[in-house]
């Protein structure tokens, strides 16, 4: 299978409940921040995803953030929400999964990872032999570099449909 086609494809993070959970026997959450939990760069977190992450707590399944970006960033957020985090994480490489992966001390593929970016957080799920969900991106940067990367993103993202028969 393709490192660049996600396992699930859901609108945001508040889609995963407790029966999505034990159906892929997923016993550990990596969360992304940017994009995925919060808009690019913002402290802030939606009400949405704060009760999403209430009712996440109270489950049998471990939290954590792994993150692509700085340390300032991402500890007073991730201290925010209460969870544990790895920052400048190298996404697609796997050094952030690997080192969440034993602070979970689950199997890889009892861990799902979710994010919005499939070039780094989707295949670097897949090339540790994690379960990988894409969320869509709370808000579409406008920069050329960054559009040019959505649109090669809808190529997986439009097989990953075909395959699934969504249309
Ligand atoms: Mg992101």
Redesign the pocket.
Known sequence: MSVFLPDLILKDVTYINEKLLKEHNIKGLIL?????LAK?GSQELANHISDWLDEMKKLDVKLMIV??NNKQRVEPFAKKLGLDFVSMALKPMTYGFGKAQKIFNFENNEIAVV???IY??IMGGNLKGMFTILVT?FSLESHFFFKLKRKLENIHINKYKKRNGVK
Request: glycine share 8%; hydrophobic share 5%.
């Open positions: 992304d921040v940017d994009n995925t690019h993150s692509n994010g919005d970016q780094t957080d991106p």
